[in-house]
Every structure is written in C-alpha cells, then in structure tokens.
C-alpha cells in the first residue's frame, strides 16, 4: 500500500452558524447551518498522514509542533476511519495495527475564529480516508472532529442538517450548490487579530446551550425560516438577500454570546467599527453590496460580488490606514475547488 498520502482541504465560513450541540460526544448540532467553502488558494489545511510498521506510537504535528495524539476527538476520527476500513475491507490486519503520523499546516491564523479546525479535521479525515482506502462517504466521521469540518468536505454552498436521530445517522452534510454556481461571489478575509480565541467554540457553545434563553428562541423560531431563505438566495443569486441573512444571522449569534452567562465576547471594538462601516456603505450605495460576519473571533469574513471588491478594499484601507497586506487575505473566489490531493 501506498503509505504516505497528502492532502489540501478547504475552510468554510458559516452564513447560517451552528452554535450549541444536542449530543458532545458524537458532535450532533440543535440546529442546521449553511455555509460557503472557500476555493483552497485563499485558506487552506494541508494534511500529510502516514503508516508504517516501525513507527512505535501515533504522533501528530500541527504547523510544525508535535502536539498530543491522546485528544479524543482525534482518537474518535481515527477509530471511526479504522473501523471503516475493516467493515469495507480495505486493508489487512496487521497494516490497521501499524501507527500513524500526521503533519497539518494551515495558512491562516490558527484557532482565530477563521475555521482551521474546519479545514483540518476535513482535511485529516480524508486523508486517513485515502491512507486507508475508504470509499464511502466520510463527513460524518469530519463532524466527529470538529463539527463544521462536515461541511468543508464539500465544495460550493453546504448545508450541514441538524438531523434527529438520537446515532447522528441524518446529521450530513450536502451540497446546496457547486463550486461554479455563482462565480461572481468573492470573499474577503479581514486579519484583525491572529491570536487564539480566549474560549473555545466546544466550551462557547455549553455556556450558550445551558444560560441563553436567546439560544431557544433562535432554534426554534429563526434558524427553519432563516436556513429556507438563505437557500432560496443562493439557488437564484439574490445577493442582497443573502447578505441580509448572513449579517443578521452573525449578529444573533454574537448576540447569544452576550447573552450566555458569563458572557462570551469574541468581537473587539475593530470588528464593530467593520460592522459600522459595511452598514454605512449599503445605505450610501442604496443597496446591500457586502455582507460581514463574523466566527468564533474577532477577524471578518466579508461576502461580495467581484465587481465590488476594489472598491471595498479601498475602503477598508481608507477607513484603517494602518492595515497592511498581511491584515487581507483577499477575495479569491468561493468555492472553485473541492478536496484535492
Ligand atoms: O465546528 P466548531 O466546533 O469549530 O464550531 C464552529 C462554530 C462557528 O464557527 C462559530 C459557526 C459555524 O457554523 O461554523
């Protein structure tokens, strides 16, 4: 067998967020989320992962640092890929009982609120998948991982179904629309801070579950409606439409952040002088040109039609004249790739 595999995953930015789970151990959602996965040259993981019978313990290096292989939700992904791989006999015996090393790079800030656990669970994950010759379907063993890394198994507009079945059997993703669906959409990544996020999204999310009453409402009365526009949107490119929904969708949820007890803030003053900024610009444009939202962070993922974007990054540079290139990750195109090798 070929025993070293490498492999690049794309991250996703939510438009519909995913905040709160009905089950930790196996990463099941209180609600649908809808997102865009990014075209791999403007943020990325990249995975290598290998086996071997003189290897003697599993070991993983991420951006270069050996990091502890015992995290048990890497333990799960790779328990989930073996057991694949032994239920679709791919591989023998004694090649499943060898170690494993993986070495994952990101190029972008890690765990700032820009999705790299996204990107390098999925990108992990498929490379196990590819390591150990699985064929079916593999984002719901990403999900295991971290829970947006489902979506980022897919190209194009995803949506990741909350699902109701106590095993987590319908909570899949799927693709709402491919990667060359709507080829005018971009994305701008704006760098406002690259430090970790000061609580993690797993420990974010059962504050919000067990405190915000604002989290109840949002599952029951506001994420159905909101995920069924939002879809309609991408499906007939109605780009203001899309971008009303985006923004009021990241508002709530850094409103449910507020809301949980303590409180969660992940948003600094800069993100809200951006808030200010594209709220501004829409109105003095007389209609919605760009919409912002916002992760797990401070850092602003802006969705806008290429025409729009030098106009917008001359803004930005105007309104913050101390923003350098290194504060950009530019608006390449959404979704133009899907995993590849
Ligand atoms: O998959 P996690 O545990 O990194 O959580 C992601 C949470 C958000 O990024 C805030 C929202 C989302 O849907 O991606």
């Known amino acids: ?77 790779l328990r989930e890929i073996k057991s694949r791989a032994v239920a679709e006999k791919t591989i023998t015996e004694d090649v499943l009982s060898w170690k494993v090393h993986v070495s994952s790079e990101n190029n972008f800030p890690t765990a700032a609120g820009l999705a790299s656990s996204a990107a390098g669970y999925a990108c992990l994950v498929s490379a196990l998948a590819k390591l150990y010759k699985i064929k079916s379907d593999v984002s719901s063993i990403a999900r295991l991982g971290s829970g947006s890394a489902c979506r980022s198994v897919y190209g194009g507009f995803v949506r990741w179904h909350a699902g109701s079945k106590p095993d987590g059997s319908d909570s899949i993703a799927t693709q709402i629309a491919d990667s060359n669906h709507w080829p005018e959409m971009r994305v701008l990544v704006l760098v406002v801070g690259n430090t970790q996020k000061k609580v993690s999204s797993t420990v974010g999310m059962k504050i919000s579950s067990e405190t915000s009453e604002l989290l109840k409402h949002r599952i029951q009365h506001c994420v159905p409606q909101r995920t069924e526009e939002i879809i309609e ?45 594209i709220h501004k610009y829409n109105d003095l444009s007389g209609e919605t040109k760009v919409a912002y939202t916002f992760d797990a962070g401070s850092n602003a993922c802006l969705y806008l039609l290429k025409h729009d974007v030098p106009k917008v990054i001359s803004l930005i540079k105007y309104a913050f004249p101390s923003t350098s290139p290194e504060n950009f990750i530019t608006g390449l195109s959404v979704a133009k790739e899907e995993i590849n090798t």
């Open 1 to 77: 067998m070929s025993n070293i595999v490498t492999v690049i995953a794309p991250v996703n930015i939510a438009v519909i967020k995913y905040w709160g789970k009905r089950d930790e151990k196996l990463i099941l959602p209180l609600n649908d989320s809808v997102s865009a996965t990014f075209d791999t040259s403007v943020m990325c993981a990249k995975t290598s992962v290998s086996t071997h019978p003189d290897f003697v313990e599993d070991q993983i290096w991420l951006n270069g640092k050996e990091e502890s292989f015992s995290n048990p939700r890497l333990q799960n992904c």
């Open 233 to 277: 949107a991408i499906k007939n490119k109605d780009f203001s439409k899309f971008a009303e929904i985006t923004m009021k969708d990241s508002n709530q949820f850094h409103a449910i952040c507020l809301d949980s007890y303590p409180p969660i803030v992940y948003m600094t003053d800069i993100s809200h002088s951006i808030v200010d900024l």
